[in-house]
């Protein structure tokens, strides 16, 4: 059984800075990449960042330029988020994939609340 902790959200005013944080307990030592995601009210879940195993990042467009993800092992990820902006404001749940191609097993968490104020 794999479980994904988020921690970190919580309020912050427009330009300020959060870090969030996710750390995977479980069986499986390493995943194939780990993601953060959010949702807005009203919106569809949508992909803010990824990190592989490997160590490539990708970023929305929407973020690009502002948030950070890392990762200092198999079984952890972070997120940093800088100059926010009260669009960001959102549920942000970690993601982590793990798997051989054709089959895969997503896994996420229970989601930490992230709100900008104006």
């Known amino acids: 059984q794999v479980q994904l902790v988020e921690s970190g959200g919580g309020l912050v005013q427009a330009g300020g800075s959060l870090g969030l944080s996710c750390v995977a307990s479980?069986?499986?030592?390493?995943?194939?990449?780990m993601a953060w995601f959010r949702q807005a009210p009203g919106k569809q879940r949508e992909l803010v960042a990824v990190i592989t195993n490997g160590g490539s990042t990708t970023y929305s467009d929407s973020v690009k330029g502002r948030f950070t993800i890392s990762s200092d092992n198999a079984k952890t990820v972070y997120l940093q988020m800088n100059s926010l902006k009260p669009e960001d404001t959102a549920v942000y749940y970690c993601?982590?994939?793990?798997?051989?191609?054709?089959?895969?097993?997503?896994?996420w968490g229970q989601g930490t609340q992230v709100t900008v104020s104006s």
């Open positions: 479980g069986s499986i030592e390493r995943f194939i990449a």
């Open positions: 993601h982590a994939r793990h798997g051989v191609p054709g089959q895969v097993y997503d896994y």
